[in-house]
């Protein structure tokens, strides 16, 4: 079965800490791409990173960072030096070769930033 | 420039009322999708429009009609909603919807917020 967990449903940090979504997928397909997308409170579904299984680079852009990990079939997502406006929902997401069309979606995880 | 745009931002009707949610992208892609999103859940896909041509139909009630004129326009017409309709909805496009066994970002605009008395 394919599968996208999201274990964290809330996570709470104080400005300038660092801070790290877990995302952990499950897919018998050797072809696949992980997402990431952010949703602030606005609604919109803001796209962040795209990876597809035959790259395990890790990708490095400002303050984010992500570590994908085909070993343990995760691909966490990092925010150093966190900011209010990371405040958000983001969800992980999974392509899989025969899915057509569809995204298998994690659960969410919603960031907190306290100033 | 990624630009979904959706009109119109809120839209609050009756259970007997006829509206339209409207979806217009300028990126040139032939892929475009409606999802649902309830509160504190992720999206669920209804639609997807590949090319023109109506491609998936996630097993949606009849209430909800969508309609592609073209390659950049996608519309979602509505009549006879009930209150468990309430929600985001939400467009998006991609390139061509994964057409070659690969898959495009699908760039999401920001959302009809439904409420159905």
């Known amino acids: 079965a394919q599968k996208v967990t999201q274990a964290q449903t809330e996570i709470s940090v104080v400005e300038k800490e660092d801070v790290t979504l877990d995302c952990v997928y499950e897919?018998?397909?050797?072809?696949?791409?992980l997402f990431w997308y952010k949703q602030p409170p606005s609604g919109e579904l803001v796209f962040l990173i795209r990876?597809?299984?035959?790259d395990e680079q890790n990708e490095i852009s400002g303050r984010y960072s992500w570590n994908f990990q085909k070993s343990t079939s995760s691909f966490n997502f990092t925010i150093t030096a966190s900011q209010v406006v990371d405040s958000a929902v983001y969800f992980c997401?999974?392509?899989?070769?025969?899915?057509?069309?569809?995204?298998?979606w994690g659960a969410g995880t919603k960031l907190i930033i306290k100033p | 420039d990624t630009e979904v745009t959706q009109t119109p931002k809120h839209l609050v009707m009756g259970m007997t009322n006829k509206k339209s949610l409207k979806c217009e992208q300028h990126?040139?892609?032939?892929?475009m999708y409606w999802y649902k999103q309830k509160a504190k859940k992720p999206p669920e896909l209804m639609f997807v429009?590949?090319?023109?041509?109506?491609?998936i139909n996630e097993s949606v009630p009849s209430r909800f009609s969508p309609e592609c004129p073209n390659s950049s326009l996608l519309n979602l017409h509505l009549h006879a909603l009930q209150p468990e309709d309430s929600a985001l909805y939400l467009c998006?496009?991609?390139?061509?919807?994964?057409?070659?066994?690969?898959?495009?970002?699908?760039?999401f605009g920001p959302g009809t917020r439904l409420t159905v008395l």
């Open positions: 998006a496009s991609s390139q061509d919807g994964g057409l070659a066994g690969d898959t495009d970002t699908q760039y």
């Open positions: 990126m040139g892609h032939r892929a």
């Open positions: 897919t018998r397909d050797t072809t696949y791409y």
């Open positions: 990876r597809n299984s035959f």
């Open positions: 429009y590949s090319y023109e041509k109506l491609s």
């Open positions: 997401a999974l392509w899989y070769l025969d899915s057509n069309y569809q995204l298998i």
